[in-house]
């Protein structure tokens, strides 16, 4: 039995700001954030978007497949959890209508939980082969302003339906993993900001690559030549570069220029809307898919997850025939060029105006409510959600 992914629905905030218009304020050459790190623009959340309305906004974008008889499983992968306790999915359930008979739960590894969702969707359709799963990618990514990490932030959300015989991507059932306890990155629970050992993360996520890699090629028998492409976690879009460019020498030339033309296509979304923690891989994916015309149904593609901690997760999936038919790349384009971008004293702003870690009530600016769903403010230290 065939499973994998038979829809991806995408949302990130309407706000963006220009790197390169940001490396001048912070007094960088502008080239170290769009050639030495990859990217261009980042998509900038207010305060009235958080991993529950993003969330919300990708599955409303595939709802019209999802079959409320047969969803069995509601995942929410994120580190940009709104609660200690209660799974972000039960608000993302009740604001898109899903039905309240599927299992409802929120998965934490770093930028893995996305992945672990996924794998736990695929195990859950092979084991009730008529029904259908729903995994949600949704974060966003704060280092602080002026800060090592700012340009590595980013906010968006990647829902994925799986089932049996899906209509874009077989999943196999031959993935490699390699889990260790390291330090590399972490968020207190008293902060919404990250901390990271920026080179060393780097070293462990091309060590984790490496490991898996190996490990997969002896498990499979397969290597590079049996791919099509490989798509990466993208923290940032030269990430995913250095990781290609660790296996390219086992390939011929001919070879090694058609993965990193494949690989261009791949981070095309990223370069525009920047790192999406557990989300940034299947945003490659996706950018992938919409972006690159040479792809053609059994293409074997690779991919490769990482999150911080850390686990590293490689595994592949092959294209189905008409899958082009179930993509939605016209309106993702869309929604990208149609964001308002922000000046550099307009997005830091936004970014200090943040819901407080505090008990006092919060209300969001209605100047930025934007998108299907949005966060009004907490009020006895509860979320309040509304449709836009």
Not at 275 to 280: A, D, H, L, R, V
Request: hydrophobic share 40%; glycine share 10%.
């Amino acid at each position: 039995m065939n499973i994998g992914i038979d829809q991806i629905g995408l949302y990130s905030p309407e706000f963006f700001i220009d790197l390169r218009q940001l490396a001048n304020a912070r007094g960088v050459d502008p080239d170290k954030y769009t050639i030495g790190i990859g990217q261009d623009e980042q998509a900038v959340p207010p305060s009235s978007q958080d991993v529950v309305t993003m969330g919300a906004a990708a599955v409303r974008q595939i709802q019209v497949s999802i079959d409320s008889a047969r969803l069995g499983l509601i995942v929410l992968g994120t580190e940009s959890g709104i609660d200690a306790s209660k799974a972000g999915a039960l608000f993302i359930q009740k604001l898109t209508g899903l039905p309240e008979t599927a299992r409802t739960l929120e998965i934490k590894e770093a930028c893995y939980g996305g992945t672990a969702g996924l794998m736990m969707a695929r195990d859950y359709v092979a084991a009730h082969p008529r029904r259908q799963a729903l995994v949600i990618a949704a974060d966003i990514a704060r280092y602080g302003l002026n800060t090592a990490g700012e340009v590595t932030q980013g906010a968006g959300a990647v829902a994925m339906l799986i089932s049996a015989e899906p209509r874009i991507l077989v999943i196999n059932d031959d993935s490699v993993v390699h889990a260790e306890d390291i330090g590399d990155f972490w968020r207190p629970v008293y902060t919404d900001q990250a901390l990271a050992r920026g080179k060393y993360s780097t070293e462990q996520y091309l060590h984790f690559f490496a490991l898996d890699w190996a490990a997969y090629k002896q498990a499979t028998g397969r290597t590079l030549s049996d791919f099509k492409a490989l798509t990466f976690h993208l923290p940032y879009t030269k990430m995913g570069l250095k990781a290609l460019r660790q296996v390219l020498p086992e390939v011929d030339a001919t070879k090694q220029q058609d993965l990193l033309l494949h690989f261009d296509h791949s981070i095309q979304y990223s370069r525009r809307i920047g790192n999406i923690y557990t989300g940034s891989l299947y945003l490659g994916l996706l950018s992938l898919l919409e972006n690159d015309d040479s792809l053609a149904a059994g293409d074997l593609l690779g991919l490769f997850s990482y999150g911080s901690g850390a686990v590293g997760e490689f595994f592949s999936g092959a294209l189905v025939e008409g899958y082009r038919d179930q993509l939605h790349g016209a309106a993702h384009i869309g929604a990208l060029n149609a964001r308002r971008q922000l000046s550099v004293a307009e997005y830091e702003a936004v970014f200090q105006d943040a819901v407080p870690y505090a008990k006092a009530d919060y209300r969001t600016d209605p100047n930025y409510f934007a998108g299907p769903f949005v966060l009004t403010g907490v009020t006895g230290q509860e979320r309040q959600y509304q449709a836009n």
